[in-house]
C-alpha cells in the first residue's frame, strides 16, 4: 500500500549546525502532518500542510510541503538540545513514516 | 485538562494470559486508533475506530481485539499474547474521522513485555 518514505533515518549534529529530515510519497497528498516525539515520550503534532508549496514556521522550525504535493521537509535552525528526538510524518491516508532520529552532540 | 489516558505504563505478562490495556479520551473525538512502535519500524496501526460500535484493521491486526462501545474509550484486547507482541503501545484520538485531517492526540504509552 501506499507509503510515506521519510530519510535519514538517523541524524547526528553538533548542538548549533542545521537538521533536515524529508517526507516522500509516490502519490500526491492532501495534506501531510509532521509529529515529535521526546526520548521517553509519545508523539506530539507539530503542524499539517495542506496547500502546494505552502511554507509554515514555528520559531526554529520550517516546514515545507513541496508544488506537486508529493514532498515534504522539516527544517531545524542552529539545533538545540530540546531538540533532540525523532520526527515523524504522516500522510493523509493516515500512514506514518518511519521517522528520523535526531541526536545533538554537545 | 485534554487528554488521552492509557493504562499501565508498564505491563509485563506471560505467553497466554489475557490482558486488556485501557484507553480513554475525554475531548469527544470521534476517531481513535492503537499503534505500535518498534524499533526501526515506526508506529504501526493496529486497530481504529471511527465512531461507536465502528472498528476495523489496521496494518498489524492480528493478535489484537478492540471494542467501542462508548466513545471515550477503545481498550485493547490481547486474548493470547505471545512475545511477538512485546512492544510499546500507544493510543490515539482525533476529532473527526477521516483520512489524516485531524491531528492526533497520543496517550502516554504502555510497554508491554510478555516472556
Known amino acids: 500500500g501506499q507509503q510515506v518514505m521519510q530519510i535519514p533515518q538517523y541524524q547526528h549534529v553538533q548542538e548549533g549546525e542545521d537538521f533536515t529530515t524529508y517526507c516522500n510519497s509516490s502519490?500526491?497528498?492532501?495534506?501531510i502532518q509532521w509529529y515529535k516525539q521526546r526520548p521517553g515520550g509519545h508523539p506530539v503534532f507539530l503542524i499539517q500542510l495542506v496547500k502546494s508549496g505552502e511554507v509554515k514556521k514555528q520559531k526554529r522550525l520550517t516546514f515545507q510541503f513541496g508544488e506537486a504535493k508529493k514532498n515534504s521537509s522539516l527544517h531545524i535552525t542552529a539545533t538545540q538540545t530540546t531538540d533532540v528526538g525523532t520526527y515523524f510524518c504522516?500522510?493523509?491516508?493516515?500512514?506514518f513514516g518511519k521517522g528520523t532520529r535526531l541526536h545533538i552532540l554537545p | 485538562e485534554a487528554q488521552v489516558t492509557q493504562n499501565p505504563r508498564y505491563l509485563i505478562t506471560v505467553t497466554g494470559k489475557k490482558l486488556t490495556v485501557t484507553c480513554s479520551q475525554n475531548?469527544?473525538?470521534?476517531?481513535m486508533s492503537w499503534y505500535r512502535q518498534d524499533p526501526g519500524l515506526g508506529l504501526r496501526q493496529i486497530y481504529y475506530s471511527m465512531n461507536v460500535e465502528v472498528t476495523d484493521k489496521g496494518d498489524v491486526p492480528e493478535g489484537y481485539k478492540v471494542s467501542r462501545k462508548e466513545k471515550r474509550n477503545f481498550p485493547l484486547i490481547l486474548e493470547s499474547p505471545s512475545p511477538n507482541q512485546t512492544s510499546l503501545y500507544f493510543c490515539?484520538?482525533?476529532?473527526?474521522?477521516?483520512?489524516?485531517?485531524?491531528?492526533?492526540?497520543f496517550g502516554n504509552g504502555t510497554r508491554l513485555t510478555v516472556t
Open positions: 475531548m469527544n473525538h470521534e476517531y
Open positions: 504522516r500522510d493523509d491516508k493516515i500512514i
Open positions: 502519490t500526491t497528498l492532501s495534506n
Open positions: 490515539a484520538s482525533s476529532l473527526l474521522s477521516g483520512h489524516g485531517n485531524s491531528p492526533l492526540h
